[in-house]
């Protein structure tokens, strides 16, 4: 497993047990998390949930720069993964499809085995769906500890 995908999880893992996961919130939502609850990586398109890149998205994308390892683009499509995944209609705008609980578990879950998914992909980390126990469930407490998950 590589560094970032390591410490993607175990930021996503943290997010949505202790409740901060917000997919509306540029610093809640998936890429929010992975960089550290805060949300600069907006500025790299002009509309949350977009795959397109604007003028600063593309100048950071050209010079190479990385935002917790991961690409302008790649952040794009981590966050609009996550986003479809959990029932949105992409980008978010006030007259598109959304949940009616965005913070329902469940609902949380099947976006972030959908980015678990694609990071491992993006890693080319075989066994993606085997990652996804992490965010499973018992009682309303974490099943697993993530580093009963990431070590394995």
């Excluded at 175990?10 to 998936?30: F, I, M, Q, R, V």
């Excluded at 929010?32 to 949300?39: A, C, F, P, V, Y």
Aim: proline share 5%; net charge negative.
């Amino acid at each position: 497993m590589t560094l970032r995908l390591e410490q993607s999880l175990t930021k996503l893992y943290h997010a949505y047990h202790n409740d901060l996961l917000e997919p509306e919130c540029s610093c809640g939502c998936a890429v929010g998390n992975i960089l550290n609850r805060t949300d600069a990586w907006k500025h790299l398109s002009d509309e949350h949930g977009s795959l397109n890149l604007n003028y600063v998205g593309k100048v950071h994308e050209m010079l190479g720069r990385t935002f917790g390892g991961y690409k302008p683009s790649e952040l794009l499509l981590i966050e609009n993964t996550f986003l479809e995944a959990c029932g949105y209609q992409t980008p978010l705008r006030h007259n598109h499809k959304k949940p009616a609980n965005p913070t329902d578990k469940d609902l949380q879950f099947s976006g972030l085995c959908a980015v678990a998914s694609l990071l491992c992909a993006m890693d080319n980390v075989p066994d993606a769906m085997e990652l996804n126990n992490i965010f499973e469930r018992e009682n309303d407490k974490p099943r697993y500890s993530v580093d009963e998950i990431l070590v394995a």
